[in-house]
């Protein structure tokens, strides 16, 4: 059986110190996942700062994942500040929808959404567009209570909690990397 030389002995410190750093970045890159894994806004109907011809019956917010049936809420803002509550919302896979009331005239409207994204986190924002045309909507029942004192709606941004941009992770184990790199170059410059 061969014995280990100076050089086999350094290659195997060099592999050894080259997995650790993988590792090390595999779990910086790993942890950084939950942070970011919160569904993101990606469509609404109306559109988010459209103009439609007439009130729709219903709004639409898609979501870049299947969302939690468990506590979704949609509340309309009309151009008077009138608050639409007790909207008749339905979550469906990516989709939450609420159907709105009959005869919504022409204004700007806001939607506050609030969802639960597929990661179990509540997630929630607003958007808003504008009716041009008053009239009716087509007819749908809708059980609806219109309160007239408006009151704030959360940012369009998730409020589950902060997450660390990708970026950020990617320098830390960079960072990671090049420290053992150095403590590799020192310590064999020292056996040298």
């Known amino acids: 059986m061969a014995r280990s030389t100076p050089e086999r002995q350094s290659a195997r410190r060099t592999i050894g110190t080259v997995l650790c750093a993988v590792l090390s970045v595999g779990l910086l890159w790993g942890s950084a996942a939950p942070a ?12 988010d700062g459209s ?3 007439s009130a729709p019956a ?17 509340i309309v803002t009309t151009p008077d500040g009138t608050r639409l509550t007790g909207l008749d919302v339905t979550v469906s896979g ?3 929808s609420a159907q709105l009331p009959d005869g919504l005239g022409a204004g700007d ?3 506050a959404w609030r969802v639960v994204s597929s990661d179990g986190h509540p997630i929630e924002g607003r958007y808003g567009f504008t009716v041009a045309g008053g009239g009716p909507a087509p007819t749908r029942s809708a059980s609806v209570v219109a309160t007239a ?5 959360a940012g369009a941004a998730p409020s589950a909690g902060p997450s660390v941009p990708t970026p950020i992770w990617a320098a830390a184990a960079a960072v990671v990397v090049l420290v053992i790199g150095a403590m590799t170059f020192v310590l064999r410059r020292r056996r040298d």
């Open 149 to 153: 004192a408006p009151t704030p709606v």
């Open 36 to 47: 970011s894994a919160h569904d993101q806004l990606v469509s609404t109907e109306p559109a």
């Open 58 to 74: 219903t709004v639409v917010a898609t979501f870049s994942s299947d969302l939690i049936d468990l506590s979704q809420d949609m």
């Open 51 to 53: 103009t439609v011809a």
């Open 94 to 96: 990516r989709q939450v």
């Open 109 to 111: 409207y806001t939607v």
